[in-house]
Each structure stands twice: as C-alpha cells, then as structure tokens.
C-alpha cells in the first residue's frame, strides 16, 4: 500500500511540475506599461500648462500657502468626505512633500524657484495623466458597433404578421 501512495504521490508531483511549467509558457495579460516616449511628451505639454498657470512668481503658492493646505487636508469635514466616498482617510503625504520641497527652495532666487515649482508640477500631472485611471476601463472605438443603431423596423414588420389572439372569459351567474 505505502508503494501505491507513494506512486500516487510523485505522479501528482509530476503533474503539478508539468502544470507550472505549462503555465509560465502562456503569456499573461497586463496593462500596457506607459512608455518613457509618451511620458515626455506629456511633460512637455504640461510644462507648457503649468508655465501658463504661474506666469511670475507671485502665482507660485508660498510655504505658508502650502503648510495650510497640508493641514487643512487633515481636517475632520475632508478626512469624513473621503471616508464617505472612497472607504478610507485621505493620504495628505504629497500635500506635506510639497511644503517640504517649498522649504528646501528658501535658498534658490525667485525666478529659480518659479521654474523648479513648473517642473515639479508638470512632472506630478504627467504622471498622473500617464498612470492608470478610471477612464481604463472603456476602448475607445474607431468606428460603431455592426448593427448600431439596431433596424427595429425589421422586427416590427415580422411580429406584426403573426396574429395574436386574445381570448376573453365570461362567466355567467344563474
């Protein structure tokens, strides 16, 4: 008996071996990663956007301007909103990066300052664009579906030759 189960037991070996070797030969489906190409032309666009957005330096927000939106990310009326909406407490990490990354610029002059705050933003909106998001779900079509609009003129046509009978029942009281 122990050679029977100890056969059974390698032959189940075996074919658990060939599955997975079977398995990794068939090609997965992923997501098709964004490519370094299209990623720059996005930045490029956005650095264009952005430097439209902060066309001096006074429309560049200021640390103070930043550490309240950091703060107020935290807030009980958003923090709820968020837990309302989405399940969960909202992340305020990137508004608490963005204050940091204003301090670490005190040193740089204005102008400088302007520029490094465009290019951190173009970056953070092209990847973002770049990224997934919940317009994925649809393919967008070159052209309509076969049959779009459907010819219910068809149908009609062929329901309507075949006759319906309607029976009524009366009763009658003696």
Same mark, same amino acid.
């Given at each position: 008996?122990?050679?029977?189960t100890?056969?059974?037991?390698h032959?189940t070996?075996?074919?658990?071996?060939?599955?997975t070797?079977?398995?990794?030969?068939?090609p997965?489906?992923t997501?098709?990663?964004p490519?370094l190409?299209?990623?720059?032309?996005?930045?490029?666009d956005?650095l264009?956007l952005?430097a439209a957005?902060?066309p001096?330096?006074e429309?560049?927000?200021g640390?103070?301007?930043l550490f309240?939106?950091?703060l107020?990310?935290?807030?009980?009326g958003?923090?709820? &909103?968020?837990?309302?909406r989405?399940? @969960?407490?909202?992340?305020c990490t990137?508004?608490f /990066?963005d204050?940091?990354?204003?301090? +670490?610029?005190k040193?740089v002059?204005?102008?400088e300052r302007?520029?490094?705050?465009? &290019?951190?933003?173009?970056g953070?909106w @092209?990847?973002r664009?770049?990224?997934?998001s919940? /317009?994925d779900?649809?393919d967008?079509r +070159?052209a309509?579906?076969?049959?779009?609009?459907?010819?219910?003129?068809?149908?009609?046509?062929?329901?309507?030759?075949t006759?319906?009978?309607?029976t009524?029942?009366?009763?009658?009281?003696t």
């Amino acid at each position: 008996m122990s050679n029977s189960t100890s056969s059974a037991v390698h032959s189940t070996t075996d074919a658990a071996s060939a599955s997975t070797s079977t398995s990794t030969s068939i090609p997965m489906t992923t997501h098709p990663t964004p490519t370094l190409k299209r990623y720059d032309a996005i930045f490029q666009d956005e650095l264009q956007l952005q430097a439209a957005q902060y066309p001096t330096f006074e429309e560049v927000p200021g640390c103070m301007t930043l550490f309240d939106e950091f703060l107020s990310c935290y807030a009980l009326g958003p923090q709820l &909103r968020n837990v309302y909406r989405h399940g @969960a407490p909202k992340v305020c990490t990137t508004k608490f /990066e963005d204050f940091k990354y204003c301090m +670490s610029l005190k040193s740089v002059d204005e102008e400088e300052r302007r520029k490094m705050w465009i &290019r951190r933003r173009a970056g953070w909106w @092209a990847a973002r664009r770049v990224g997934g998001s919940s /317009e994925d779900v649809w393919d967008v079509r +070159s052209a309509p579906p076969a049959n779009f609009p459907p010819n219910f003129g068809e149908k009609e046509a062929s329901t309507s030759s075949t006759p319906t009978s309607v029976t009524t029942a009366t009763t009658t009281t003696t």
